[in-house]
């Protein structure tokens, strides 16, 4: 099972309600302070599960304009 780290930038007026919509996700989220606003972690045994969560449950939310994806794997 690998893990993505989904960094999400927002629109500083929309901090608040990004967060909101990001915890109805129901996905693992944590806010940041620095460089990003927000840090989505998945898990997934297929990567286009990262790519449904990102099209689907996160590029949708209103105030979101940014987001980089960090794959992680054993080695």
Do not use: C
Not at 33 to 52: C, L, P, Q
Not at 57 to 74: A, E, F, N, Q, R
């Amino acid at each position: 099972m690998a893990k993505s780290f989904i960094l999400v930038d927002a629109e500083i007026s929309k901090i608040k309600d990004v967060s909101s919509e990001l915890d109805k996700t129901g996905l693992e989220v944590y806010p940041l302070f620095g460089d990003h606003d927000f840090i989505v972690i998945t898990e997934f045994g297929d990567s286009k599960i990262t790519a449904n969560n990102l099209l689907e449950k996160i590029h949708p939310i209103d105030g979101v304009v940014k987001t980089k994806t960090l794959v992680g794997s054993d080695i």
